[in-house]
């Protein structure tokens, strides 16, 4: 048992900025890597930033400089904190966490339900 759960989407203007929360729950052992997928209408689901239970972090390269992710893996949370934020940054993001369940052998993705994020003037 795993749930995920994003908050923190809204409608926001060019420039401004948003931050995304995401908390994981369940019978979790480990936690391999969380991160946050977007899609947007007509495009494909893309990787915008992950951070391993190691500390790296790595970023699509259209947000870089402008986003950063955070985490607590004793918590199980994780954040975006997005800046100068662009209509093309308009999607439903998507939290995702890679962990490993009390008495199962092999690692699972687990998904949130997704929060719209909406920049527009």
């Known amino acids: 048992q795993v749930q995920v759960v994003e908050s923190g989407g809204g409608l926001v203007q060019p420039g401004g900025s948003l931050r995304l929360s995401c908390a994981a729950s369940g019978s979790i052992a480990s936690i391999d890597y969380m991160g946050w997928y977007r899609q947007a209408p007509g495009k494909q689901r893309e990787l915008v930033a992950v951070?391993?239970?190691?500390?790296?972090?790595n970023y699509a390269e259209s947000v870089k400089g402008r986003f950063t992710i955070s985490g607590d893996f004793v918590k199980k949370t994780v954040y975006l904190q997005m800046s100068s934020l662009k209509p093309e940054d308009t999607a439903v993001y998507y939290c995702n966490v890679r962990v490993f369940v009390y008495g199962r052998r092999l690692p699972g993705d687990y998904w949130g339900q997704g929060t719209q994020v909406t920049v527009s003037s």
């Open positions: 951070m391993t239970n190691g500390g790296s972090t």
